[in-house]
């Protein structure tokens, strides 16, 4: 299911290219609740400019301009802990994060990589292919 917004323009009717023009607009007080705007120090607002930019990577069209998710933790991990991102591209190891194990041995790990995105998207109420 796609996110709409069926009374904005065509370019933001989806709520990903929305964001996306937000954020190349730098207008993200439109994208974000007021009440985090109030920031006397910046601080918030650097840490959420941070993650706009994250997030602008994330909606790229082309897959290999989007960040892996290990990039993606270890950008918002790095947000989280200093309110800021570091300048340097290291990953994080995922063994410092303390996932839960699997609570049966025969549950089965599938890595979501080897599936294709869904082709379907629901615009106006019809279903059309995305290509």
Do not use: W
Request: proline share 4%.
């Amino acid at each position: 299911m796609v996110a709409v917004d069926l009374s904005r323009s065509q370019d933001e009717i989806g709520l990903a290219n929305l964001a996306l023009n937000r954020i190349k607009k730098c207008e993200l007080d439109q994208l974000i609740d007021q009440a985090l705007v109030s920031d006397p120090k910046g601080e918030i607002m650097a840490m959420i400019t941070s993650v706009a930019e994250l997030a602008f990577r994330c909606l790229q069209y082309h897959s290999e301009m989007r960040p892996t998710m290990n990039e993606v933790l270890d950008v918002l991990m790095d947000i989280q802990g200093e309110g800021k991102i570091d300048d340097h591209d290291s990953i994080r190891d995922l063994e410092s994060v303390n996932a839960p194990l699997l609570s049966n041995a025969s549950d089965k790990v599938v890595l979501l990589k080897d599936f294709l995105p869904s082709p379907v998207s629901g615009v106006n109420g019809k279903v059309k292919t995305v290509h």
